[in-house]
């Protein structure tokens, strides 16, 4: 969008912490009666859940292919 990517490690940080925001706010809306905006929460928190997975797995996958380049040019 403005040209640099977020790194995968801050993605993951604050992904964690919108799904823990979420599940609170899931489990507050759930005890309170509020059915509805407990799954909206509830929903969103496994939204983010899935998407700090995913940007982990972008961070390892980063890592494997970095250390691969490595060892190419240390072969060289």
């Given at each position: 969008m403005f040209g640099r990517r977020v790194p995968p490690?801050?993605?993951?940080?604050?992904s964690l912490l919108l799904a823990a925001l979420c599940a609170w706010a899931a489990?507050?809306?759930?005890?309170?009666?509020r059915t509805i905006w407990g799954a909206v929460a509830a929903v969103l928190a496994?939204?983010?859940v899935v998407d700090a997975v995913?940007?982990?797995s972008w961070a390892q996958n980063?890592?494997?292919?970095d250390a691969e380049k490595a060892a190419q040019k240390r072969e060289r």
């Amino acid at each position: 969008m403005f040209g640099r990517r977020v790194p995968p490690h801050i993605v993951f940080a604050l992904s964690l912490l919108l799904a823990a925001l979420c599940a609170w706010a899931a489990y507050a809306g759930l005890t309170s009666g509020r059915t509805i905006w407990g799954a909206v929460a509830a929903v969103l928190a496994v939204w983010f859940v899935v998407d700090a997975v995913r940007s982990y797995s972008w961070a390892q996958n980063k890592k494997r292919q970095d250390a691969e380049k490595a060892a190419q040019k240390r072969e060289r």
